[in-house]
């Protein structure tokens, strides 16, 4: 317990120490920004914060690949990783450690968008459904891209493979949806059940389904035994 | 305190180590010495853990590194080759992350005691990355020590630095003697005679020499393939017909004084014994007659050719 306590506060220092964390979350704010006075501003109804938070959801595709790109390229390229394991702790403790870093780190990028909440209720009566469960889903999300991000991260010494490997597996999982209308029905049905985007769906307008929490659970703790998996398995073939 | 048996580490089709037999005692300073590939850092990184053996076995301390392998870290400090560090860390920082990842009980006095036995405690807030490479050299050296581990291995810890911190390294690593047993990987030879009790060298992932610095040089003074020098005075001309006579290639040292000195250049065979004979048969007075004191170098050099012929 302890040692994971050490390790995601090391991480979470670590990306405050880098100007990148702040590039991302001046990006990340300015465009949810930008957002939420496009979308609320032209339809004047505060019940449409279910499309900012899904426009939200699209945007951490490109954010959080960067966000998680260096925690294990970068201990792979400076060889820190060598280091890390002759000390007394497991491979989960790192892989966990490094997961709560990048969530923490995470958290306090979307914290400004609470703003935008004050901001609906001082001129609007705004639905606290929408806004919990749209909340509920964002973190669910964004935990689940990190997770697929630390699993990039652990197959390459390079950060900029370790990005677009990422980028590129949340973007599909993302297309999923699209292939859904065109499959027949029964493949169509698989599909829709296992897209992140379908579940999330529900979060944004409020739903808070146990069924999206279990699913979105389980990815992240399978990309992360994966995550385990990949880091001793480069250590017992190396 | 460190027992290898048989061990084995392939990688693929290539053999890293090949059935290693190694025992390190207690309090003892270890030199693993061979040339570029010879499993030095493999061997390392497997008693370190960062991966297990194809085979054979390791023990530290009497216990198994694959099965108990946490208690067995929790003995262990290591300084990998290229130091690998925090660059974004402050210097307390950073031994206090590596502190608590090797869960010490009294984080900020082992920081300190780690700091003022390496005498970093004046660079204590500065940032990694902007210390020299000495400085570096001593935060990698301090983060294996924090734990006071009983095992201390060490690979090429002075490798990059300038003399005068190899000479301030060296003795770091002298004091810690009593208390830890280390094991330091080196390419630079006379730091071994320095620095170790006793010297493995390796070659092609295999032990080929285990024993003390003076005994491995005592073995490996003979008269062959080495100068030996002679000094003496008489009839120059009969000095010379012996020499001849005896085909060896010899030069004057110091030829204007009363007493001659002369070198003999790595003859093939002992010839000691006979010069000996014949040049008192000649009536010339022998002073001294004597090898050149040979260097590890020569030793390391003539065993790693040696296995390679073989």
Same mark, same amino acid.
Not at chain 2, 232 to 252: C, H, P, Q, T, W
Not at chain 2, 256 to 267: A, D, G, R, T
Not at chain 2, 285 to 310: A, C, D, H, R
């Given at each position: 317990?302890?040692?994971?306590?050490?390790?995601?506060?090391? #991480?979470?220092?670590?990306?405050?120490?880098?100007?990148?964390?702040?590039?991302?979350?001046?990006?990340?704010?300015?465009?949810?920004?930008?957002?939420?006075?496009?979308?609320?501003?032209?339809? =004047?109804?505060?019940?449409?914060?279910?499309?900012?938070?899904?426009?939200?959801?699209?945007?951490?595709?490109?954010?959080?690949?960067?966000?998680? +790109?260096?925690?294990?390229?970068?201990?792979?390229?400076?060889?820190?990783?060598?280091?890390?394991?002759?000390?007394?702790?497991?491979? /989960?403790?790192?892989?966990?450690?490094?997961?709560?870093?990048?969530?923490?780190?995470?958290?306090?990028?979307?914290?400004?968008?609470?703003?935008?909440?004050?901001?609906? #209720?001082?001129?609007?009566?705004?639905?606290?459904?929408?806004?919990?469960?749209?909340?509920?889903?964002?973190?669910?999300?964004?935990?689940?891209?990190?997770?697929?991000?630390?699993?990039?991260?652990?197959?390459?010494?390079?950060?900029?493979?370790?990005?677009?490997?990422?980028?590129? +597996?949340?973007? +599909?999982? /993302?297309?999923?949806? +699209?292939?859904?209308?065109?499959?027949?029905?029964?493949?169509?049905?698989?599909? =829709?059940?296992?897209?992140?985007?379908?579940?999330?769906?529900?979060?944004?307008?409020?739903?808070?389904?146990? =069924?999206?929490?279990?699913?979105?659970?389980?990815?992240?703790?399978?990309?992360?035994?994966?995550?385990?998996?990949?880091? #001793?398995?480069?250590?017992? =073939?190396? | 305190?460190?027992?290898?048996? @048989?061990? !084995?580490?392939?990688?693929?089709?290539?053999?890293?180590?090949?059935?290693?037999?190694?025992?390190?005692?207690?309090?003892?300073?270890? $030199?693993?010495? $061979? &040339?570029?590939?010879?499993?030095?850092?493999?061997?390392?990184?497997?008693?370190?853990?960062?991966?297990?053996?194809?085979?054979?076995?390791?023990?530290?301390?009497?216990?198994?590194?694959?099965?108990?392998?946490?208690?067995?870290?929790?003995?262990?400090?290591?300084? &990998?080759?290229?130091? &690998?560090?925090?660059?974004?860390?402050? !210097?307390?920082?950073?031994? $206090?992350?590596?502190?608590?990842?090797?869960?010490?009980?009294?984080? *900020?006095?082992?920081?300190?005691?780690?700091?003022?036995?390496?005498?970093?405690?004046?660079?204590?807030?500065?940032?990694?990355?902007?210390?020299?490479?000495?400085?570096?050299?001593?935060?990698?050296?301090?983060?294996?020590?924090?734990?006071?581990?009983?095992?201390?291995?060490?690979?090429?810890?002075?490798?990059?630095?300038?003399?005068?911190?190899?000479?301030?390294?060296?003795?770091?690593?002298?004091?810690?003697?009593?208390?830890?047993?280390?094991?330091?990987?080196?390419?630079?030879?006379?730091?071994?005679?320095?620095?170790?009790?006793?010297?493995?060298?390796?070659?092609?992932?295999?032990?080929?020499?285990?024993?003390?610095?003076?005994?491995?040089?005592?073995?490996?003074?003979?008269?062959?393939?080495?100068?030996?020098?002679?000094?003496?005075?008489?009839?120059?001309?009969?000095?010379?017909?012996?020499?001849?006579?005896?085909?060896?290639?010899?030069?004057?040292?110091?030829?204007?004084?009363?007493?001659?000195?002369? @070198?003999?250049?790595?003859?093939?065979?002992?010839?000691?014994?006979?010069?000996?004979? *014949?040049?008192?048969?000649?009536?010339?007075?022998?002073?001294?007659?004597?090898?050149?004191?040979?260097?590890?170098?020569?030793?390391?050099?003539?065993?790693?050719?040696?296995?390679?012929?073989?």
């Amino acid at each position: 317990m302890n040692t994971l306590y050490t390790i995601s506060m090391k #991480e979470l220092k670590s990306y405050f120490f880098s100007p990148l964390a702040y590039v991302i979350m001046t990006v990340f704010t300015l465009l949810a920004g930008y957002f939420f006075t496009g979308i609320i501003f032209q339809t =004047r109804n505060a019940n449409e914060f279910s499309s900012f938070i899904n426009t939200v959801s699209g945007l951490l595709i490109l954010v959080i690949p960067i966000i998680t +790109m260096r925690s294990f390229a970068e201990e792979n390229r400076a060889g820190t990783f060598e280091l890390l394991l002759s000390y007394p702790l497991a491979s /989960w403790h790192v892989v966990l450690g490094k997961f709560i870093g990048a969530t923490l780190f995470t958290f306090v990028m979307i914290l400004p968008t609470f703003i935008y909440v004050t901001f609906l #209720e001082m001129y609007s009566v705004p639905d606290y459904g929408i806004i919990t469960g749209g909340y509920t889903g964002l973190i669910l999300l964004s935990m689940c891209y990190i997770s697929f991000g630390l699993f990039a991260s652990s197959l390459t010494k390079s950060q900029v493979v370790a990005a677009i490997s990422c980028f590129g +597996m949340l973007l +599909m999982l /993302w297309a999923v949806d +699209m292939l859904v209308e065109q499959l027949g029905y029964n493949i169509g049905a698989v599909l =829709r059940t296992i897209s992140l985007r379908f579940h999330f769906y529900f979060f944004s307008i409020g739903v808070i389904d146990s =069924r999206g929490i279990v699913f979105i659970l389980s990815v992240i703790v399978f990309m992360l035994l994966l995550t385990v998996k990949i880091i #001793e398995d480069k250590r017992f =073939r190396s | 305190m460190i027992e290898l048996r @048989k061990v !084995v580490k392939k990688f693929g089709s290539f053999t890293a180590v090949n059935e290693l037999d190694l025992k390190i005692n207690k309090g003892e300073i270890l $030199g693993l010495l $061979g &040339p570029n590939g010879a499993g030095k850092t493999t061997t390392m990184r497997m008693i370190t853990g960062f991966f297990p053996q194809t085979a054979g076995e390791i023990e530290i301390a009497g216990q198994n590194i694959i099965e108990n392998s946490m208690e067995c870290k929790k003995k262990i400090g290591y300084l &990998p080759e290229s130091n &690998p560090l925090y660059l974004d860390m402050k !210097v307390n920082e950073y031994l $206090g992350y590596v502190g608590r990842l090797k869960k010490i009980k009294n984080i *900020k006095s082992a920081v300190d005691s780690v700091m003022e036995k390496t005498g970093l405690t004046e660079m204590r807030k500065r940032m990694v990355g902007n210390l020299s490479k000495g400085y570096r050299q001593r935060v990698g050296i301090a983060q294996a020590l924090i734990n006071e581990p009983e095992i201390l291995i060490l690979d090429e810890p002075t490798v990059g630095l300038d003399p005068k911190q190899i000479i301030e390294i060296r003795n770091l690593i002298r004091s810690f003697a009593q208390n830890h047993t280390v094991i330091i990987s080196t390419h630079i030879l006379p730091e071994v005679s320095v620095t170790c009790d006793r010297v493995a060298i390796m070659n092609r992932g295999k032990l080929i020499a285990l024993d003390t610095y003076e005994s491995l040089i005592g073995k490996y003074k003979t008269g062959k393939d080495l100068d030996v020098f002679v000094e003496l005075s008489g009839d120059r001309k009969k000095i010379d017909a012996v020499l001849n006579n005896m085909k060896i290639n010899f030069e004057y040292l110091d030829e204007h004084k009363e007493i001659f000195k002369i @070198k003999i250049n790595k003859p093939e065979n002992e010839i000691r014994p006979e010069l000996v004979k *014949k040049l008192t048969d000649e009536n010339v007075k022998l002073y001294e007659i004597y090898g050149e004191n040979p260097q590890l170098e020569n030793v390391f050099i003539s065993l790693v050719t040696k296995e390679e012929e073989e």
